[in-house]
Nanobody, 119 residues
Framework: QVNLVESGGGLVQPGGSLTLSCTASEILLEDYAIGWFRQGPGKEREGISCISDSNGNGRTDYAHSVKGRFTISRDNAKNTVALQMNSLKPEDTAVYFC??????????WGQGTQVTVSS
């Protein structure tokens, strides 16, 4: 059983920043492709960012809606993957999920962390 744990969500004003973190105790995240997904109110879950495993040279990709504002990165020493979110907008309000697998999207999911962007 692989448990991914997200943290770092919360309430932030428009234009603000948050950093989400994903970690796991059963696997080394560097061996897996990691993705961040989100599901806003009344919306389907969408993939917003991913990073390749250690064999993929850390290649990253972003959805158009977050490109230039969000950055995905690894800290292998801490076994975490972070999602730095800047210039947040109300439409970024969603539950954010971490995903891991041999390929993107993978089989493992976290429980999600709520991000609310509101004044």
């Amino acid at each position: 059983q692989v448990n991914l744990v997200e943290s770092g969500g919360g309430l932030v004003q428009p234009g603000g920043s948050l950093t989400l973190s994903c970690t796991a105790s059963e696997i080394l995240l560097e061996d897996y492709a990691i993705g961040w997904f989100r599901q806003g109110p009344g919306k389907e879950r969408e993939g917003i960012s991913c990073i390749s495993d250690s064999n993929g040279n850390g290649r990253t990709d972003y959805a158009h809606s977050v490109k230039g504002r969000f950055t995905i990165s690894r800290d292998n020493a801490k076994n975490t993957v972070a999602l730095q979110m800047n210039s947040l907008k109300p439409e970024d309000t969603a539950v954010y999920f971490c995903n891991a697998g041999a390929r993107y999207p993978g089989a493992y999911w976290g429980q999600g962390t709520q991000v609310t962007v509101s004044s």
